[in-house]
């Protein structure tokens, strides 16, 4: 109740590295008091174990003489002050900064949580926002209220969204922000995952400039999956990428991982095919994509998303060199088969950071 407010207040005034200090020394000042003033409980000794149940506790004196928790403190403190305050000279000022704020609207079909228009087959509802608010109205204003924030701090908002009717609310929410607060630079909002957009909201997200990133890649073992907690027509229109390009809106694949492994190899296959793990005939073989705009998706259109087209997500004079070498030709290796190339080596920047030796 106090330290939310208050934390916040120091980050606005004085900037989010004062929240870190602020923290610091109201642990000192607390550990201070506790080693003067604090007990460890009301026995005189350890209690003896329950049966069952192990150790009773932990003498709280006798953790802070450990040698294991003070490496740990100092280990976590050395991670995070590494994490957050220091930026190694040599690195590539473009890279480690930050875009936006990532926004979770709903849950994923899998755990019944994506919010859908449908119920799920099982008759569990039709899921929901994973949002404060007794009703769905209420949360779905506290999205709207979020991105509202986000947009007019200057950030991009990446949502989280899965279920067709969460779609709708997070691009409803996308929409009056942008309206209310235009840009002279496109601010390149993006719907992360979008399983099951609608013909409507794929053409407000391309009237408005809203991206989706989607992931064939993960689509490709979740089809069954899909089939069975939700019907076969949700399955066929999964992760729409022939509908979403034809709308006219900027696409990007990602594997999601470690959901599943980071193969991009795989999502090229998975979104020319939309074959299945278990099963190589076509789930919505209508919304197939070609070789090239499999690879444009998660390589040029990925460096527009990420508002860095000027300097990398394409070959050529004055871009970096982040490329891969592949053991086969990828234009000449049969679909089902791209995912069985070996990546022989891996350049960033034009130095190699892998080989396949």
């Known amino acids: 109740m106090v330290a939310r407010p208050a934390l916040t207040w120091v980050a606005q005034h004085h900037g989010w590295r004062a929240v870190f200090a602020v923290l610091a020394v109201a642990g000192a000042v607390w550990l201070a008091l506790w080693l003067t003033l604090g007990g460890v409980g009301p026995y005189a000794t350890a209690p003896a174990p329950r049966p069952g149940r192990g150790m009773a506790g932990v003498e709280l004196r006798g953790m802070l003489r450990s040698r294991t928790w003070w490496a740990c403190v100092v280990g976590m403190f050395a991670m995070a002050w590494g994490a957050h305050f220091r930026v190694p000279e040599s690195a590539d000022p473009r890279r480690p900064r930050l875009l936006g704020v990532k926004i979770f609207a709903d849950g994923v079909p899998a755990h019944g949580t994506a919010w859908m228009n449908r119920t799920y087959a099982d008759g569990s509802g039709h899921g929901g926002l994973c949002l404060h608010g007794d009703t769905t109205a209420e949360q779905a204003a506290e999205l709207a209220e979020m991105v509202r924030t986000v947009h007019a701090a200057g950030l991009q908002a990446g949502i989280h969204v899965t279920g067709d009717r969460a779609i709708e609310a997070a691009v409803e929410a996308l929409a009056d922000a942008l309206r209310e607060q235009p840009r002279e630079e496109a601010a390149r909002h993006s719907l992360i995952h979008c399983n099951f957009p609608s013909p409507a909201a794929l053409h407000t997200m391309a009237e408005l400039g809203i991206g989706a990133s989607m992931n064939p890649g993960l689509r490709w073992p979740a089809s069954d999956m899909i089939t069975k907690i939700l019907d076969a027509d949700h399955a066929e229109r999964a992760f729409p990428l022939r509908s979403a390009l034809a709308a006219g809106v900027r696409t990007t694949t990602g594997s999601d991982a470690p959901c599943v492994a980071p193969d991009w190899l795989r999502g090229l296959s998975s979104a020319m095919l939309r074959d ?12 197939r994509v070609s070789l090239a705009e499999a690879v444009r998706s998660c390589t040029a259109t ?11 997500g394409t070959l050529e004079p004055g871009k970096v060199a982040d ?11 049969p679909p089902p088969e791209l995912p069985t190339l070996q990546v022989d080596m891996t350049l960033v920047e034009g130095e190699v950071v892998h080989t396949a030796q």
């Open 276 to 287: 299945t793990r278990d099963d190589s005939s076509p789930v919505g073989p209508a919304e």
């Open 302 to 312: 990925a460096a527009w998303q990420d508002h860095a087209e000027d300097w990398k």
């Open 323 to 333: 490329l891969c070498v592949l053991g086969g030709s990828l234009l000449n290796t």
